[in-house]
């Protein structure tokens, strides 16, 4: 056996996160790991790479028992992990970002060789079939390419483990594909163990030799990946038969349903064609794509983070001089697609940040801001949203990755927004949590919000909206109103290229 973990304990600050956890894995196997948010699943993969040296249990490499007290005691035995959030260095490029930490010395002591650099991490991306911009930096590539550059970063080592968390949360469709196929081949090719964390089960299923399940920081089962199915696993990981506890949005549900909460005329970035969106107030606009159409764009050009010309009107308001503080101010948030880079604060309590955006607002009204409504807010939102644990003071940072994507949502609609715009709103929500941040953000639509959703699930695009617009090549190619549309439909008028009807 490659890896077997047995009995793996952890707690922090004497709370019980890993409850006697057994995990196992085969050479060339893929085995996935799935759980409801806040299960474990990371903190048991953070524990393989060697993050938390007061963890209790045994952990055994080819047989051999070992004790991973640091980073370091996992990476020479060939065990690299992706984790769920990103630790890539924004400001270096792309090649500098793979070849972290084994650079190619120059001529001159002390500098780096960027050009075999470049070469080296080029052929490391070729090698797995992935094409990526060598020289931009990272900051500038949306999330897809940002997952790609550090999944070459990590087979770039010698690596005989290889641990995924949540690798597809924030991949488009194709992306998926592709990554899959690495996977695959690492596996049956290089005969590299994969552990593979997802919230998606149909992929896990297709994808996966076994499947171990985690409830509550212990282990329910493992089995075959084959003797699921995705109603079978989702039963068992929440532990209990998931209601569907949707309450269907009556179209127009505000009670001025005509008036406008986003207009939007001749938005132009960097000289592309201009769009024209408006949505009412109480309607939920998809916004559907494919990678690279330009949907985070456009929802960054909104707020003013992205320079464009054109007018935006927000509740009848023109917005001049677009930025994102004065969008807040107007009444238009944005929760972004990368929640750790320009989302959260992340040192910060949930209550600081759930109150943060509301704060203008109850100052406005109360005069004073008393920390008893501050509480009640916070705690009105978690319970909501279903935020676990349920505790006001608890560090984002400390949050599972799941749970820290629901602040995101729960300080958006805190701030009572006239518009939201919501990017990949359910990133890493596991099924029974997601039903329930549907709800939320009908609700907020009901309460006269006007929404739009970006999203790579086209179940559900088609589930919330009362219409979808399709974006292909920066330009929006079409608009529909659900009824109107199956699956299949749309799929076809995402792919379809601008200016053939
Ligand atoms: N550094 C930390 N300090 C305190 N508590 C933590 C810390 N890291 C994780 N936890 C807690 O441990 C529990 C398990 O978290 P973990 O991140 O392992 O869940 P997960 O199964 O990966 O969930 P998700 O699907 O949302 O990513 C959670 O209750 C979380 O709040
Ligand atoms: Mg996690």
Redesign the pocket.
């Known amino acids: 056996m490659l890896l077997e973990m047995r009995d793996i304990r952890k707690s922090?600050?004497g709370?019980q996160?890993l409850r006697g956890v057994d995990f196992s894995l085969k050479a060339g196997e893929i085995h996935a790991l799935v759980?409801?948010?806040?299960?474990?699943?990371?903190?048991?993969m953070k524990v393989l790479g060697g993050n938390y040296a007061d963890y209790d249990g045994e952990v055994r490499l080819d047989g051999e028992e070992v004790r991973l007290g640091a980073p370091r005691d996992a990476l020479q035995r060939g065990v690299a992990i992706i984790y769920?959030d990103f630790s890539l260095v924004p400001d270096l490029t792309v090649a500098e970002n793979i070849a972290l930490g084994r650079e190619p010395r120059g001529r001159l002591s002390g500098t780096i060789a960027y050009g075999r650099l470049r070469d080296r991490s080029k052929q490391e991306a070729e090698r797995l079939g992935i094409a990526l911009p060598m020289d931009m930096p990272v900051r500038r590539l949306g999330v897809g390419a940002q997952q790609m550059t550090e999944i070459v970063r990590a087979c770039s080592q010698d690596v005989r483990i290889l641990v995924m968390?949540?690798p597809t949360a924030r991949l488009a469709p194709a992306e998926r594909e592709l990554l899959f196929a690495t996977m695959r081949r690492m596996a049956a090719e290089q005969q590299v163990g994969i552990v593979y964390?997802s919230?998606f089960l149909d992929e896990v299923r297709r994808l996966a030799d076994r499947i171990t399940i985690?409830r509550d920081?212990a282990v329910v089962e493992t089995g075959a990946g084959s003797s699921y199915t995705v109603d079978s696993l989702a039963k068992l990981l929440v532990g209990h038969e998931i209601v569907a506890s949707l309450r269907p949005t009556q179209a127009g549900g505000a009670a001025d349903g005509a008036r406008e909460a986003l207009n939007v005329r001749g938005l132009s970035i960097h000289g592309r064609p201009p769009i024209d969106l408006s949505i009412r107030r109480g309607e939920i606009v998809g916004l559907a794509g494919l990678v690279g159409s330009g949907r985070t764009r456009f929802a960054r050009a909104l707020i003013g983070d992205v320079r464009s010309a054109g007018r935006v009107e927000v509740g009848g308001r023109l917005m001049k001089r677009r930025n994102p503080e004065r969008a807040t101010r107007y009444g238009l948030v944005l929760t972004p697609e990368d929640r750790k880079a320009s989302g959260l604060a992340l040192t910060s309590s949930v209550e600081a940040n759930i109150v943060a955006s509301a704060l203008g607002k109850l100052l406005a009204t109360a005069g004073i801001v008393h920390p008893g409504s501050r509480a009640r807010m916070a705690l009105d939102m978690i319970q909501r949203f279903a935020i676990?644990?349920p505790a006001r003071k608890?560090?984002v940072?400390?949050?599972?990755?799941?749970?820290a994507q629901k602040v995101l949502l729960a300080r958006a609609v805190a701030s009572r927004p006239k518009v939201m715009v919501l990017d990949q709103p359910t990133a890493?929500v596991?099924i029974g949590a997601k039903a329930e941040l549907h709800n939320q953000i009908r609700l907020a639509a009901q309460q006269g919000a006007g929404i739009l959703v970006i999203s790579d699930d086209l179940d559900e695009l088609l589930d919330l909206s009362d219409r979808i617009v399709v974006m292909t090549a920066g330009a929006m190619s079409g608009s529909f109103r659900k009824a109107e549309l199956t699956r299949a439909s749309l799929l076809a008028n995402m792919s379809r290229l601008p200016g053939r009807a």
């Open positions: 922090f600050s709370v996160v759980g409801h948010n806040g299960a474990g699943k990371s903190t048991l769920q968390d949540e964390i919230h985690m920081g676990r644990p608890k560090i940072g400390q949050l599972s990755g799941g749970n890493g596991d």
